[in-house]
């Protein structure tokens, strides 16, 4: 053990024990009534009884609140966007494997099939790449930009 660290925890011991001293006067001071700067807090009294407004009616409390909602709104629009489901590398590897079990090759084409976004192809394609990695598969591409086709090992 180095002697520097040691050092160093002899000092880090000191400030946290002067850090525990602090935070006991803190409390103490808390604790005493003299040291508060806010006087006697009075109890919430409940209302006995509810008083409407003699200008009150269901018109007007409908008008405000569309008036206070049209001063909500932002004066720009914020631009509506759209979260794409998350797909995760994992479950891209465990359909690729399900399909495999049923057809003896899959094409990368079919495997694309049902995908909605350029996410979920790339999640495909490095499904495709982990799969490769762990030798469960061989690719076969006969032509260049042709399918590539998965053979299960």
Known sequence: V??????????QLRLYRRFVDASKN?????LDERHTSYGHVE???????ITQPHNFTLEILSQS????LKRLEPVEALPKTFIDKTI?????????????????????????????????IIVSFLAILEIIKQNSVVLKQDKSFGDIELFKL
């Not at 109890?43 to 009884?49: D, L, T, Y």
């Not at 609140?65 to 206070?68: A, F, I, P």
């Not at 465990?94 to 996410?119: A, C, P, Q, W």
Request: no cysteine; hydrophobic share 35%.
């Open 88 to 120: 995760t590398i994992k479950e891209k590897i465990d359909k690729m494997r399900e399909m495999l079990k049923k057809y003896k090759h899959v094409k990368f084409g079919d495997i694309l099939n049902d995908v909605n976004s350029r996410t979920e």
């Open 26 to 30: 803190l409390h103490n001071i808390w």
């Open 43 to 49: 109890e919430i009294v409940r209302a006995v009884e």
């Open 2 to 11: 180095d002697e520097e660290s040691g050092i160093d925890l002899d000092e």
């Open 65 to 68: 609140m569309v008036q206070l």
